[in-house]
């Protein structure tokens, strides 16, 4: 399928304390790795986000972000009760710092994605349809992602980094009793079939495009997509159009 363009939901910027990522590209090559492999738009993270302090790496990529108009950032949370990240405007604050989902790393920075520690800013993020992206790889475990969307469960939330070989036995369940997850396609593309069989069976509104870049292979995602057994009709809602009428529905104000 020709002509086809991307919307990447998973890059990030900056790198890992004390490893040597292959593609640890300054920002303007990196953007040019994605433009070369027609990823016309991408929500990006920043590593500080992580390794950091969250709110450190949020104002790092406000900045990265503010004159890209092809990027959106994703801003990382931590609990409300410590006043770290969230504020009284903060939903004004995303709106005017290009921010367009947010994400978590209960794992690294203990502590729970739960109701108790959440409360109704959770029900405000679900109510303005923010989404939510969770790194399977960097954020959260299955059974702490499964409790959560249990306690919150019309949230629009992305998984990401989903990792392969059976990983249908922990995605087609949530797929199945909460309609608002999405799955982040870059690895599910990489188990035989994977991307297609979940298609099949929930449609491809279910599924958003990914890249993992600059971890994984920008032009490994997009060919993976591109070559798909599905219709060219997919291939662009998975692509782009997804992404795309999941962030038009964010409500900021």
């Keep these: 399928m020709g002509n086809l363009e991307f919307f990447d939901s998973n890059v990030y910027l900056g790198r890992p304390q004390g490893v040597r990522i292959f593609a640890n590209l300054p920002e303007k090559e990196l953007l040019g790795t994605l433009n070369a492999n027609s990823i016309t738009q991408a929500l990006v993270w920043h590593y500080s986000q992580l390794e950091d302090h969250p709110a450190t790496g949020n104002e790092i990529l406000a900045a990265a972000v503010a004159d890209r108009k092809n990027l959106k950032g994703v801003w990382a949370l ?120 979940t298609t099949r069976k929930y449609g491809a509104s279910r599924i958003v495009f990914g890249s993992g870049f600059p971890e994984r292979y920008a032009e490994a995602a997009t060919l993976q997509l591109s070559h798909a057994d599905i219709s060219d009709r997919e291939k662009r809602m998975i692509a782009k159009e997804n992404l795309e009428s999941i962030l038009a529905g964010i409500k900021y104000e």
């Design 78 to 197: 931590m609990p409300p009760q410590t006043g770290e990240i969230i504020c009284r405007d903060f939903f004004r604050k995303m709106k005017k710092n290009k921010i367009g989902a947010l994400t978590a790393f209960p794992n690294k920075h203990k502590f729970l994605m739960r109701r108790t520690v959440w409360g109704s800013f959770m029900d405000e993020v679900s109510d303005r349809k923010i989404p939510l992206i969770f790194s399977m790889q960097y954020g959260i475990g299955w059974e702490s992602l499964y409790a959560f969307l249990e306690q919150y469960p019309e949230i629009t939330c992305i998984l990401s980094d989903i990792g392969i070989w059976g990983v249908d036995r922990y995605t087609w369940p949530l797929l199945e009793n909460f309609p608002n997850v999405r799955l982040e396609s870059s690895q599910l593309s990489l188990e035989a079939g994977g991307l297609e069989e």
